[in-house]
């Protein structure tokens, strides 16, 4: 039985502009991307400051660290349909925000009451040390919110991360778009009630 839906934030909740950068990157030039990516991973665990993988990127790219920032902010949209969404789920089932990400990140991103009216628990890589597709981190979610894993549906937009959740027992959604994950959401919620 489903008591617990699980979200990710960057591609779900936030467009991943970040991805964009990173894979544009690849593009051009796959050791610079592999730098930015291992820096990321860096801050999303959090072994350094986002200011100090702010400086650390901008200098790789050969940009100011304003334009750097400035270009990820940018592309960044919050979507209030599937926050809206969220807290109509919230009625019936915990919640929780399960990305990774550091906690000045998080702050800059999302208000305390935004976080507080939308999920029941908040677990993120830059307060815990695990990453997505990490086990613990989704353990750490489910203990969290009182429930077990298999009782909860982990929504990403990365399949090596929708994985990592079945791998501990969860149900997972992959994230493509606000209509598809909506649609898969419910499709498991209803086979539940079967």
Known sequence: MVRAILFDCFGVI???????VVEEL???NPRVAEQVVDIIRANNRGLIEPAESNKQIAEILGVSVEAWRDR????????????????ELRRNYKTALVSNI???????RFSEKEL???FDAVVISGDVGYVKPEAEIYLQ???KLGVAPDE?????DRERHCSGAEDVGMRAVLYQNFAQGKQDIEKLLLSEQE
Do not use: F, N, P, W
Not at 14 to 20: A, F, G, P, Q, R
């Open 141 to 143: 979610a489910a203990r």
């Open 26 to 28: 690849a593009q051009s």
């Open 72 to 87: 990820i902010d940018q592309g960044e949209t919050k979507d209030g349909r599937l926050l809206a969404y969220i807290a």
């Open 116 to 118: 507080h009216d939308s």
């Open 14 to 20: 936030i467009t991943d502009s970040l991805k964009v």
């Open 152 to 156: 909860c549906i982990m929504v990403d």
């Open 102 to 108: 550091g906690h000045q990140s998080l702050e800059r």
